[in-house]
């Protein structure tokens, strides 16, 4: 069997590529899979570390108001489906698949167009752009959220099956993770991470509240700061000599992290709350406003509905507020507890399988 994968930008792309990706691949070990993806997403450092094999090409997506960059972007567009019109003759998959980015349209479409059986997943409850135009074309339709279905035309199409988890997040054991990461026994993990672009607001917010509170030593803090603002918060925080913090441009190891933290604080991204149920972890999550639909906004609400996670909106973020927050849930170890047992509840564990199914009946 032949897999062609396509999804890229971000990681809550490209992670759902890669757990289907290994799920086929437990299942049929002699099966080939290749990605897609551009030069300028995260998948050219996230796939190569799962071992798999990356070809990328030239697409970038549409601004809303007409400029310059518009005539670029139909350009490239053009280019990107010469592209992979002649990746897909070479490589001849089996199924194409695509999970969210602009890079999936070139691709998907080529590979619906030539016939070859095709599947999209769509992690959010409001379908990014791409995932919309793409739905008249492809076979299936997989969706992460109830909600979405409204938005695809072909109920028919349309298979609810939850956001893919990497299995090694699911069989990560704690006691194992602590140990790796360093973490001194009895003392609480509170993870930091704002997506892996990053956020500026969050940023800032945790950058003043390290710095009043570096000396003490309650917890233990891995602030993950995006790629592209790493620099500039290392340059504003100096040296922290402190065993208890540690600061980070992105996460590659989610998996132990997620399995070690006793409390995570972030954006609130369908990948991001996926992991969260899944692995049973509480949060306190910071919905971005800057989202379609402020649909961050709506996958933190339902957390918070459970029990199994805080809200605080970017409006109202900063450092005291944080850190109150923070201190508060980590001296209430009933209600963490709690927290932790609700999110649990919630989780999804079988989208994968569930995936592997619709792949398996649409190459019969």
Request: hydrophobic share 40%; charged share 25%; net charge positive.
């Amino acid at each position: 069997m032949k897999v062609l994968i396509s999804g890229g930008g971000t990681a809550g792309h490209i992670n759902p590529g890669i757990a289907i990706a290994k799920y086929i691949k437990s299942k049929n070990p002699d099966c080939e899979i290749l990605f897609i993806g551009t030069q300028k997403g995260l998948e050219t450092k996230l796939v190569p570390r799962e071992n798999f094999e990356l070809k990328l090409i030239k697409v970038r997506g549409f601004r809303r108001k007409l400029s310059k960059d518009t005539f670029v972007a139909v350009k490239e567009l053009f280019q990107g489906l010469h592209e992979a019109r002649a990746i897909i003759r070479e490589f001849k998959p089996d199924i194409a698949i695509g999970t969210g980015g602009y890079v999936c349209g070139p691709v998907v479409f080529n590979a619906a167009r030539m016939k070859i059986p095709t599947l999209i997943h769509e992690q959010n409850a409001f379908p990014g752009v791409t995932n919309k135009l793409l739905a008249k074309f492809v076979d299936k339709v997989a969706i992460s959220f109830k909600e979405s279905e409204k938005f695809f035309k072909n109920e028919k199409k349309v298979v609810f099956t939850g956001n893919p988890i990497r299995n090694e997040m699911l069989k990560a054991d704690r006691n194992t993770a602590r140990s790796k990461l360093g973490i001194e026994k009895g003392k609480p993990l509170v993870v930091i991470f704002a997506g892996s672009r990053g956020a500026e607001t969050i940023n800032n917010t945790v950058s003043e509240f390290i710095s009043r509170h570096k000396d003490e030593d309650k917890f233990h803090i891995l602030f993950a700061t995006g790629e592209a603002q790493h620099e500039k918060i290392m340059k504003r925080l100096g040296n922290i000599n402190s065993k208890f913090i540690k600061i980070v441009p992105y996460i590659y190891d989610m998996a132990d992290v997620m399995a070690a933290a006793d409390l995570v604080v972030g954006r609130a991204g369908a990948i991001t709350i996926s992991e969260l149920t899944a692995m049973g972890v509480p949060s306190i999550l910071i919905p971005s406003p800057y989202v379609t639909a402020n649909h961050q906004e709506y996958n933190a609400r339902a957390l918070e509905k459970q029990g199994a996670g805080i809200v605080i909106l970017e409006k109202n973020l900063n450092h005291n507020v944080l850190y109150e927050q923070i201190n508060d849930l980590l001296c209430n170890s009933d209600k963490l507890k709690k927290m932790a047992d609700n999110a649990k509840k919630m989780g999804i564990t079988n989208a994968s399988e569930q995936i592997y199914a619709m792949i398996d009946d649409l190459i019969k």
